[in-house]
């Protein structure tokens, strides 16, 4: 492996001065610069970012840490943080938790001991009491789930006004036997449970059933289908996030039920597949870039401003109206 005084000997140089070469640093002369530029290109020499980050006490790498990579929100979060934090110069270190608390355990201390500048990271439901300890070593920006402390910068969605949104979106083309499918793993699934239910009780109706299964396409699945087989079926499926939305799309078609005309389904988050299925998915489209850039802003600020007051930013969903829940009547 060639070493840095590899390329100060190729350069004619001291190796402070192709440190110096290496951090941009202006005190080098445009020849000597030149020449150790050179001598780095022929060497293919590689810096060891990791020894330097520890030198400076500052690293050039952030961590994300979502709680499930198969879920197309998380996918459309991770590319916005990955390109805003590129524009800054950072890469980016990113963990899958697949709602684990003890793998979200093992990636936060991992990405302390890789000494990362900062963490995006989306909680577990049990997480909670150990944000103190890891908030006091390293900046955090809590995206997608609230946590009870406000000692931290989050963005968030307005679930509740969402899923009250969606819910009156049913409500209004005439549907009136609703069933709920929530995700059980973190306070999202809640709040967007509550304002279903706000939704409905301020239209004098009530649930059928409501569900609080693991965020996954095969809880969907057989939720849905154990609803279509009761004697009293809904006529509309609010479903809490897009895997959610294509188990109970799958278990409607299994169960040779059109859609809208016999079960509406709605949902969260923007697919490929849900705008391209027949019929397209009516959903609460989130900002999913506005997140991910928002989130790494607030934490590249937190970096540079350790005592700044924490922030908290709430953004809107966005109702996208398709076939899935037309009228009842037409």
């Known amino acids: 492996m060639v070493s840095i005084k590899d390329v100060a000997q190729a350069a004619g140089v001291s190796t402070a001065t192709v440190s110096r070469v ?43 840490v979502v709680s499930d990579i198969r879920n197309p929100f998380f996918t459309a979060i991770s590319r916005a943080v990955e390109d805003a934090a590129y524009e800054q110069g950072y890469s980016v270190l990113m963990c899958n938790t697949d709602e684990n608390p003890e793998k979200e355990e093992l990636y936060l201390n991992l990405l302390h001991d890789e000494n990362v ?22 900046p955090f920006v809590i995206i997608d789930r609230s946590v009870e402390s406000k000692d931290v910068d989050m963005v968030l969605l307005d679930n509740v006004a969402a899923a009250y949104e969606l819910t009156a979106h049913l409500i209004d083309n005439g549907y009136r036997s609703f069933a709920g499918l929530f995700g059980d793993s973190s306070t999202t699934g809640r709040e967007r449970s509550r304002g279903f239910h706000n939704a409905l009780k301020d239209h004098q109706l009530s649930p059928i059933a409501t569900h609080f299964v693991a965020p996954r396409i095969k809880q969907g699945y057989e939720t849905t289908m154990s609803l279509l087989a009761q004697n009293q079926k809904p006529d509309a499926i609010f479903t809490s996030n897009s895997l959610l939305t294509a188990g109970a799309f799958q278990a409607i078609r ?26 397209p998915i009516t959903i609460i489209a989130q900002p999913t870039e506005e997140i991910g850039r928002t989130a790494t802003e607030l934490l590249f600020q937190r970096i540079s401003e350790p005592d700044r007051s924490p922030k908290t930013v709430i953004l809107k969903g966005k109702l996208l109206q398709r076939g899935s829940s037309t009228p009842v009547n037409i």
Do not use: C, M
């Open 117 to 138: 500048a900062g963490i995006i990271f989306s909680p577990t439901q049990q997480f909670g009491a150990g944000l103190k300890s890891y908030k006091s070593t390293i």
């Open 254 to 279: 299994d169960s040779k039920l059109s859609v809208p005309d016999e079960v509406a389904l709605v949902g969260f988050d923007e697919t490929t597949w849900g705008a391209l299925v027949d019929p």
């Open 22 to 64: 290496l951090a941009n640093k202006s005190r080098v002369h445009a020849e000597t610069r030149k020449r150790v530029s050179e001598a780095i290109q022929q060497l293919n020499y590689r810096p060891n970012l990791i020894a330097r980050s520890l030198r400076a006490q500052k690293s050039a790498r952030i961590g994300l």
